[in-house]
């Protein structure tokens, strides 16, 4: 069904040559008298296609009341996040974006889900200018994309520049690096700020009155390579960070240059929870807002149709009924929040539940991060199970020792009580995690031969359903040395469906109904 389906995707999306991008043309009439500049900006979208049409709306609205200048800029993450870019693989994300008329966009380290080679199909297919001043193809001496564009508005020129985060070559280490770990594409880690600092200082020297620096870095402390406030600390010449990557919402805030001067950055959260509004003033002054996406009544036609005709093209496959339930699955905790990263909870268990059975292993193993989405109670469809598992990894049946066990378990608990993305989900398993001692106790496997919990050995060797993510890329890379005894020709999405359809006989039992109590975690 995915071949045929992609096959459909193939045969509507139109391929077209690029190129680097190094200037923009703004196509509004030159002003009779001086305007602002007005940036709508997102970031973090992950396939929330519905808002595209208000964002482009939000933008015909202020060129039509002609008081301001007005631009759409993207922070990247676009290409992944739900049904509609894994069934497509980022295919249809870009049809819809393409009708929104760009002024520029960066990458994020989404874009590489379905590969590096993927990624370079679907940008140029946007047609707009994109830049990124720190992905080189590997062994380059120049960017694959241009390090900044330039824009003009009026007789104001502002220059975008785009920066992505370095732990991105860890995160997707198999759109970096080949088969035999040979490297395909290189973010240069140790040199971002020099990177960035070049791309300011050719952009001013050609003219930019104004610098903003779209930024797929985050404020959080990253694995390795700068935060965004590092990278501002580090550099000078910018006047704005439109940042992305770690979901934050920020309206505005100052960060400190190498000058000792303040530099404005914002972020808007993610799926269109906020639009970003950037005004500069006809005196230069610089401000920063969000706008929530709900209270947006203004539309655009064509964005809008395109959105129609990809949810048609989607509704065969993804309305599917797969199971019904009677309560909601969530990857939430009761206040609300999001907890699957730092937590368990019911949608993690049936999904960690999914990888153990369908694999027939003893125990079932998945990152927080990659389950992202809930399902309220109801009909469960075809649509909602990719949405919670859009990544398209393939499921394997691997070995671990005990011992190995224990060391993820310990590394991939270790940011407690913040937020990780490879924080272990689990089946056949239980453990409790210390967030002070950064220790995990009590670690037990299920034997079902006698229907006993059993102290894990650590020389023991256990088979654990689970990714080709997980083995290779996530879990803070504890998992390499495990042999992987089968590829399983199923991927994790499909995977959970069949598990809600056939395992389950299309019925979510109570004993989903809460948490199931495998992870214990202690404030000591």
């Not at 190094?22 to 296609?49: G, M, R």
């Not at 009590?442 to 894990?456: N, S």
């Not at 879990?475 to 809600?500: E, H, I, P, R």
Request: charged fraction near 20%; glycine fraction near 8%.
């Amino acid at each position: 069904m995915k071949k045929t389906f992609l096959g459909i995707v193939a045969m509507i999306c139109s391929l077209v040559s690029g190129g680097m991008l190094t200037s923009c043309k703004n196509n509004q009439d030159v002003p009779q008298q001086p305007k602002s500049i007005v940036i709508l900006y997102e970031n973090d979208v992950h396939c929330a296609i519905d808002d595209y049409a208000k964002l482009a709306g939000l933008r015909d609205a202020i060129r039509a009341a002609d008081t301001a200048w007005v631009a759409v800029v993207s922070s990247g993450d676009y290409l992944q996040g739900g049904v509609v870019g894994s069934l497509s693989e980022g295919g249809y994300i870009i049809d819809i974006m393409r009708q929104v008329h760009y002024d520029a966009v960066t990458i994020g380290n989404h874009e590489f889900d379905y590969g590096g080679a993927r990624m370079k199909e679907l940008i140029p297919q946007l047609k707009a200018p994109v830049t990124c001043a720190n992905f080189f193809d590997a062994g380059a001496a120049t960017p694959f994309y241009a390090p900044y564009v330039i824009c003009s508005y009026g007789d104001r020129r502002v220059a975008y520049i785009g920066v992505l985060a370095p732990e991105t070559m860890l995160e997707e280490s198999y759109s970096f690096y080949d088969e035999d770990d040979n490297m395909l594409y290189d973010l240069h880690t140790d040199e971002v700020p020099q990177l960035v600092q070049k791309a300011v200082d050719q952009a001013r020297k050609e003219g930019a009155e104004y610098v903003v620096l779209l930024s797929h870095m985050g404020e959080k402390q990253p694995i390795i390579g700068p935060s965004s406030h590092e990278l501002i600390a580090a550099t000078r010449g910018i006047d704005v960070v439109l940042d992305g990557h770690t979901h934050s919402v920020v309206e505005h805030e100052e960060v400190t240059n190498l000058d000792g001067k303040p530099v404005l950055i914002t972020q808007t959260g993610t799926q269109f929870a906020n639009i970003g509004k950037m005004v500069i003033s006809t005196d230069g002054k610089i401000s920063t807002s969000l706008l929530a996406t709900k209270d947006i009544s203004y539309s655009n036609a064509a964005v809008q149709h395109t959105i129609d005709s990809v949810y048609q093209l989607l509704d065969e496959v993804t309305h599917r009924q797969l199971a019904t339930c009677a309560f909601d699955l969530t990857i939430n905790g009761a206040d609300g929040k999001r907890l699957v990263r730092n937590g368990e909870t019911n949608m993690a268990d049936i999904v960690a539940d999914a990888f153990r059975v369908k694999v027939q292993a003893q125990i079932g193993l998945c990152n927080g991060g990659g389950i992202r989405a809930s399902i309220p109670a109801g009909i469960i469809t075809y649509g909602d199970a990719i949405n919670v598992q859009p990544f398209n990894n393939q499921m394997v049946k691997a070995e671990a020792t005990g011992s190995i066990i224990l060391t993820m378990l310990e590394s991939c608990t270790a940011s407690l009580p913040e937020e990780f993305g490879s924080f272990p989900q689990v089946s056949g398993l239980r453990f409790t995690a210390h967030q002070k001692s950064h220790t995990v106790t009590g670690v037990e496997v299920f034997d079902e031969a006698t229907d006993t919990w059993q102290p894990i050995d650590p020389t023991q060797t256990y088979t654990i359903g689970t990714t080709d993510y997980c083995i290779n890329d996530g879990m803070n890379g504890t998992l390499k040395s495990c042999s992987m005894v089968k590829l399983q020709g199923m991927y994790d999405g499909d995977t959970f469906a069949d598990y809600l359809k056939t395992s389950l006989g299309g019925i979510v039992p109570d004993r989903y109904a809460s948490p199931q109590g495998r992870i214990t975690i202690v404030n000591d």
